[in-house]
């Protein structure tokens, strides 16, 4: 099955956005410069690279006509307040990395994130001070491997 990069982002971040606690969540095409208080807190999923397997012909493949594996590299950052205090900073990006990580272990089942292109897919997250128009905000953020093929 076919799938686009544009289909994987917005089903990624389609399926974060039902974090109890999320406000605002922006696919690849809906970011924007800027972000109020109003906003946050905020995911933003976008993607970062990508890399081909040869096409290959093993014996588990041989009556397909070979398989070639995509691999993409999408990044879901997690903005979880601006950085004011340093505690409840951290309290607020553990808070909702709990609830993240709740809807990435639900995910234990085809289709991943809903999406039938999307056969495999790995995760993990770093906590991250980010910059972001001219302001820091305390979060996260969410590597995702997506194997398509």
């Given at each position: 099955?076919?799938?686009?990069?544009?289909?994987?982002?917005?089903?990624?971040e389609?399926?974060?956005n039902?974090?109890?606690?999320?406000?605002?969540?922006?696919?690849?095409?809906e970011?924007?410069?800027?972000?109020?208080?109003?906003?946050?807190?905020?995911?933003?999923v976008?993607?970062?690279?990508?890399?081909?397997?040869?096409?290959?012909?093993?014996?588990?493949?041989?009556?397909?006509?070979?398989?070639?594996?995509?691999?993409?590299?999408?990044?879901?950052?997690l903005?979880?307040?601006?950085?004011?205090?340093?505690?409840?900073d951290?309290?607020?990006?553990?808070?909702?990395?709990?609830?993240?990580?709740v809807?990435?272990?639900?995910?234990?089942?085809?289709?991943?994130?809903?999406?039938d292109?999307?056969?495999?897919?790995?995760w993990?997250?770093?906590?991250?001070l980010?910059?972001?128009?001219?302001?820091?905000?305390?979060?996260?953020?969410?590597?995702?491997?997506?194997?398509?093929?």
């Amino acid at each position: 099955m076919s799938v686009t990069i544009a289909e994987i982002c917005d089903a990624i971040e389609d399926t974060l956005n039902d974090a109890t606690s999320m406000t605002t969540s922006q696919s690849y095409d809906e970011l924007k410069e800027g972000m109020g208080s109003a906003d946050l807190p905020l995911i933003q999923v976008y993607p970062e690279s990508n890399e081909c397997a040869f096409e290959s012909g093993t014996d588990r493949t041989s009556y397909q006509g070979g398989i070639r594996v995509k691999h993409y590299i999408i990044h879901c950052d997690l903005f979880a307040r601006q950085r004011s205090h340093l505690a409840e900073d951290m309290k607020a990006t553990v808070d909702l990395i709990d609830e993240l990580e709740v809807i990435f272990e639900e995910q234990n089942t085809k289709p991943y994130f809903g999406e039938d292109g999307i056969q495999s897919f790995r995760w993990g997250w770093t906590r991250a001070l980010f910059e972001y128009a001219e302001a820091q905000f305390y979060g996260a953020r969410f590597v995702i491997d997506v194997y398509v093929y």
